[in-house]
């Protein structure tokens, strides 16, 4: 793909619904889970009223003219005491399964990781990947990432719906 005619830009709210959508199909496609849409469009929409929270970044491809989103990731800034920074937590990637396997992702994190790297507050990126999520585990560790260093440890409460 001609990468001239794709950007990288911080998702504006009038994205949320296209990003609900995104969301709903990874966790189908990643984790075989079901999502409920209206607990995931709160939880979307919170990021754009309380950006401490985070920021959504999107990717958008011209097609006949016109800039399309075709794929999103979540930024969720940790602060590192032992780096005195922040790292920033990359989540929910998702890129339309028409516009996978052309470079997209890599370029998407390229564009994250010279953030991170022209700042002088970012110390780096971490992510984390379901066990069962091959494809994905291939492509980071295309891109460059290391899975080397943790193991992640996790509770989560159960849903009372
Ligand atoms: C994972 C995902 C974001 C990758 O997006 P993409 O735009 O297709 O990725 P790219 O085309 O940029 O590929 C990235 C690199 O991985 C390589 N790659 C892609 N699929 C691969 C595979 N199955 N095995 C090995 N390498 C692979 C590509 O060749 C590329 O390397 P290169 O730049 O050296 O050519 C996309 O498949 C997706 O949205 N999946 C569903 C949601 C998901 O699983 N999200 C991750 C949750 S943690």
């Known amino acids: 793909m001609d990468l001239s005619?794709?950007?990288?830009?911080?998702?504006?709210r009038e994205e949320a619904a296209s990003i609900v959508q995104f969301q709903l199909a990874m966790a189908k496609e990643s984790?075989?889970?079901?999502?409920?849409?209206?607990?995931?469009a709160a939880g979307v929409n919170a990021v754009f009223e309380r950006p401490q929270l985070g920021e959504y970044h999107v990717c958008q491809v011209k097609v006949d003219g016109r800039?399309?989103?075709v794929g999103n990731l979540l930024i969720i800034p940790e602060w590192s005491d032992w780096r005195n920074g922040m790292v920033w937590w990359i989540h929910s990637v998702y890129i339309l399964p028409e516009y996978r396997g052309r470079g997209l992702f890599s370029a998407f994190y390229r564009h994250i990781q010279k953030t991170v790297q022209d700042s002088s507050t970012l110390r780096g990126l971490r992510l984390y990947v379901d066990k069962t999520n091959l494809?994905?585990?291939k492509v980071y560790q295309k891109i460059g990432m290391s899975n080397a260093h943790y193991d992640?440890?996790?509770?989560?409460?159960?849903?009372?719906?």
Request: with cysteine; hydrophobic share 40%; proline share 3%.
């Open 5 to 12: 005619d794709v950007r990288f830009l911080k998702a504006a």
């Open 135 to 137: 494809h994905a585990q």
């Open 31 to 40: 984790e075989d889970l079901v999502l409920d849409p209206t607990v995931c």
């Open 67 to 69: 800039f399309k989103t």
């Open 152 to 161: 992640l440890y996790e509770w989560i409460k159960e849903s009372k719906n």
